[in-house]
């Protein structure tokens, strides 16, 4: 544990300093004048993601304190705290900007955006439409659409980034909510084989073949055709008889014991409302 300074001893050091500029006292001014970067370092951080670590903060303010000291003039009568305290926050800022890969331009429109946005939630009581941000900000649309492009590069978060803490105290990060989209949805799943059951029931096997292999394998009617050992021009007429009959089904179909998710995708495919 380090001895604390008197503030006439600091007086002594920065005199010395200044007439020798001798390592070891820049040293010892750094150590002494570190709970300011500390201060400064933790004020910005408490600002930004989880994912920015305070500790490469204190690294990029310190830069700003030794150069603060190495530039500073004990005859102006100027406080150092006080002439420390912006340049330390400025490396930090400098830091941040360089680690940040979005250009300044964008940032600064996506804010804009931003600040326009909730401007007019707090008017409205709710989320404005594109048209109403646009003619709070007094773009056009062609600029407007190019802002919004702008701010999307914005919003692109850390996989690493803290989600929440379980009851076992273990962080969930943003890469174990992540939705896998190359898996199956397994209730999907489900429901089409459910569907599929059920549009093919009290069909025939060549009926059943035919929708199977249009609907579910993509094959056209001249492969089916070819499959079925039938001509195109009858696999498009048992189609079409198909699902005449299987609309009237649905529309006399008003109470029934299948899931409604069923009758629903059943709906979607064959266009009904």
Not at 24 to 38: A, F
Not at 138 to 165: G, H, M, N
Not at 233 to 254: D, E, G, P
Not at 258 to 273: I, K, M, N, T, Y
Request: proline share 3%.
């Amino acid at each position: 544990m380090r001895s604390v300074l008197t503030k006439e001893r600091i007086d002594e050091i920065w005199v010395d300093y200044k007439s020798g500029q001798a390592p070891e006292l820049r040293n010892l001014l750094v150590e002494n004048y570190m709970g300011i970067v500390k201060y400064n370092s933790e004020r910005i951080g408490a600002k930004l993601p989880d994912e920015v670590d305070v500790n490469d903060l204190m690294s990029a303010g310190v830069f700003g304190l030794v150069d603060a000291i190495e530039s500073f003039d004990l005859e102006r009568g100027v406080k150092f705290e006080t002439y420390c305290a912006p340049r330390i926050r400025g490396a930090i800022l400098d830091e941040l900007r360089s680690m940040d890969w979005v250009p300044r331009l964008v940032r600064s429109r996506a804010h804009k955006l931003e600040g326009a946005t909730r401007a007019l939630e707090a008017q409205y009581g709710r989320h404005p439409t594109e048209k109403e941000i646009a003619g709070h900000m007094a773009l056009p649309r062609e600029e407007f659409q190019r802002l919004i492009r702008d701010s999307k590069a914005v919003s692109v978060v850390s996989l690493s980034r803290k989600q929440y803490e379980t009851d076992s105290s273990r962080e969930v990060c943003e890469i174990d909510v992540l939705q896998d989209r190359r898996s199956a949805n397994p209730v999907e799943e489900a429901q089409k084989r459910d569907l599929k059951d059920l549009i093919t029931r009290g069909l025939t096997r060549a009926e059943r073949l035919v929708l199977i292999l249009y609907y579910y394998e993509q094959m056209t009617m001249k492969e089916i055709g070819m499959t079925l050992d039938l001509s195109e021009s009858r696999v498009s007429q048992m189609h079409s008889a198909i699902l005449s009959r299987l609309k009237s089904q649905l529309k006399r179909r008003t109470e029934t014991d299948e899931p409604d998710a069923q009758l629903a995708l059943v709906r979607e495919w064959f266009g009904e409302s």
